[in-house]
């Protein structure tokens, strides 16, 4: 079938320019090809319309960064897929800040080059039909429920509202509690979808006969109990979106049935002989690295190039630092009752929410502010009000760790560190023992001779 997707291609050495031009006009897709980088920076600055441009990065006389640099000030609604030999690699990243939708390392697969080839004429599209919602959307982070304040959260937000106008698959990555079901609300919510339904399904939670009644459905009479048909999830949420929670943990036959529906886009019931027309949108999130499943051979690679045309990621809440407050502020506000005054956070606290590691990430900040609104007394949330837990790992902590990024630090070498800590520890079990020495010892499973060793000076 002819694709009418165009693609301009630039890469100074004529062997690895002529492989790729091959491969991507194979595919059916229109190809300009480019030696000369000097050349397709007029291009890039001209009229000529492409859906996507791929970049060699070690080019002259102009490179391909810079050419990178105006595709994406004349061109920011078309991809830009950078190329790059090994070695190189610090730089293809530097790329992706300057805005590439991603980069192949040379020698490639030609497999993986297509799928990139693949999911960034996609995004070209999102962007692109895009364009006339964002002026009747206004203002760029206004999802009021969202708490977007680190660069990388702000990244979500923008793509939550990139991707909302279309019916695009996205695949939503991140830890347990990072806010995914959230996102996905979001989505649908900015879709032209809102106001029609949102169901959501955990792929993980039901055995495998039941999942896929849930999910497409049964006919009367097609197992035992059956007594009556019934619509599927994809039918019920018809015109509106599926949400496949865990799809990690979907059973692999499932896989294959959900595959179907997502390329015919149309269900057939347990034990249906028709198929029934669906226009559900699929939404569908993880917190195990689907790449990683697929290696163990319980899920379908097939599968997960068909989800992840739009992978989101939510990074986990310790690696976006900046979101801790506002998000503790935000929390902490929706658990009061109404009329309730507004607490402050004192400092030591504040400085607890930013040290703490957060496992459970949103969902344990969430946790750890209803419980202080639970027994907070005055107008100021303190340490006592706040979850035993957090006060139990804060208080094992040595002071000043973790370190915060770009906090000084005075360095010791390690052994000097463990050293000062045993030392702690050791006065700390002897003043356990009301300064037995013997008790202390024993309790430490270590001679007396060795125990002496190990105190300061001033409690020998
Ligand atoms: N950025 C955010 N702004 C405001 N609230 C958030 C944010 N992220 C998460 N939350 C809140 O944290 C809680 C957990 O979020 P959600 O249920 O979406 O996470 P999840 O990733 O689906 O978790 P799980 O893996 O446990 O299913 C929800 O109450 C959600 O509203
Ligand atoms: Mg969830």
């Not at 002819?2 to 194979?26: F, H, Q, Y």
């Not at 400092?347 to 639970?374: F, I, Q």
Request: proline share 5%.
């Amino acid at each position: 079938m002819a694709n009418l997707d165009r693609i301009l291609i630039v890469d100074n050495e004529p062997g690895s320019l002529s492989v790729v031009t091959t491969l991507l006009k194979a595919e059916g897709y229109q190809v300009t090809p480019l030696r000369e980088s000097e050349k397709a920076l007029e291009l890039v600055k001209s009229d000529e319309e492409f859906e996507l441009m791929v970049f060699d990065i070690r080019m002259s006389p102009v490179d391909g960064m810079e050419l990178l640099k105006v595709a994406r000030e004349f061109r920011p609604t078309v991809s830009v897929i950078m190329m790059t030999a090994y070695g190189t690699v610090e730089t293809a990243i530097e790329a992706l800040k300057l805005g590439a939708f991603d980069y192949v390392t040379k020698p490639y697969k030609v497999e993986e080059l297509l799928i990139t080839v693949q999911r960034a004429l996609e995004y070209t599209k999102t962007l692109q039909e895009n364009i006339d919602l964002k002026a009747q959307l206004g203002s760029r982070y206004e999802y009021d429920n969202i708490i977007c304040e680190s660069p990388a959260m702000r990244n979500v937000c923008d793509m939550i509202e990139r991707v909302a106008p279309t019916d695009v698959t996205v695949l939503i990555y991140g830890e347990s509690g990072t806010g995914k079901e959230l996102v996905a609300k979001a989505i649908h919510e900015h879709s032209h979808r809102k106001g029609q339904r949102f169901v959501a399904v955990n792929c993980a939670a039901l055995p495998e006969p039941l999942l896929e009644s849930e999910m497409f459905g049964h006919v009367k009479g097609a197992f035992t109990g059956a007594s009556s048909s019934k619509a599927g999830l994809f039918e019920v949420a018809d015109a509106g979106t599926i949400f496949l929670d865990e799809i990690g943990g979907m059973p692999i036959n499932i896989q294959g049935k959900l595959l179907r529906v997502l390329q015919e886009k149309e269900v057939r019931r347990v034990g249906g002989s028709e198929n029934l027309p669906v226009n559900t949108r699929v939404l569908a999130a993880t917190n195990t690295r689907l790449e990683d499943l697929i290696k163990r051979g319980t899920f379908r690679e097939d599968l997960y190039y068909r989800l992840s045309v739009i992978p989101i990621e939510i990074k986990p809440l310790r690696e976006r630092l900046q979101d801790i407050l506002p998000l503790a502020y935000h929390l902490l506000r929706s658990e009061l009752s109404q009329g309730a005054r507004m607490p402050s956070i004192d400092s030591e606290v504040r400085d607890m929410l930013t040290r703490y590691a957060w496992p459970g990430n949103v969902r344990e900040l969430e946790n750890a502010m209803k419980h202080a609104v639970t027994f907070a007394t005055g107008d100021v949330i303190t340490k006592d009000v706040l979850p035993a837990r957090l006060l139990d790992v804060m208080a094992s902590m040595p002071a000043g760790f973790p370190l915060k990024p770009g906090e000084p630090f005075n360095c010791k070498a390690l052994k000097n560190y463990l050293r000062d800590r045993e030392k702690e520890y050791v006065v700390q079990v002897l003043s356990h023992f009301d300064g037995d020495k013997s008790k202390a010892a024993e309790a430490l499973q270590v001679s007396l001779a060795t125990l002496y060793r190990k105190l300061p000076e001033s409690y020998r």
